[in-house]
């Protein structure tokens, strides 16, 4: 079984810094390629950031480039999104979720999902 598992959520003030961890278990990270992806109450799942599966490609949304960094350490079958500069916008359930084709970054090319974890950006 393909599993998922988002942490590192939490309260943040603006500004302020998050980093989100997504561990797998029950596949080898290394064959997958890896999104992080948010949805917020009322709008539509969105994707922020996508990785390949070595690394070589990366994929932003223009609304976190410059502030969000995706990295993937394959060993401990972990993706990691630094979140730097948080806005009030950010606030959202941020989903990793893993598919062995890098396509696009859209939640309809993932397979498996996680459950989410709540990142709240608010003074």
């Known amino acids: 079984q393909l599993q998922l598992v988002e942490s590192g959520g939490g309260l943040v003030q603006p500004g302020g810094s998050l980093r989100l961890s997504c561990a797998a278990s029950?596949?080898?990270?290394?064959?997958?390629?890896i999104g992080w992806f948010r949805q917020a109450p009322g709008k539509e799942r969105e994707g922020v950031s996508c990785?390949?599966?070595?690394?070589?490609?990366?994929n932003y949304a223009d609304s976190v480039k410059g502030r969000f960094t995706i990295s993937r350490d394959n060993a401990k079958n972990t993706v990691y999104l630094q979140m730097n500069s948080l806005k009030p916008e950010d606030t959202a359930v941020y989903y990793c979720?893993?598919?062995?084709?890098?396509?696009?970054?859209?939640?309809?090319?993932?397979?498996?999902w996680g459950q989410g974890t709540q990142v709240t950006v608010s003074s």
């Open positions: 979720a893993a598919d062995e084709y890098f396509r696009a970054c859209l939640p309809r090319d993932f397979g498996s």
């Open positions: 029950g596949f080898t990270l290394d064959y997958y390629a």
């Open positions: 990785i390949s599966r070595t690394g070589s490609r990366t």
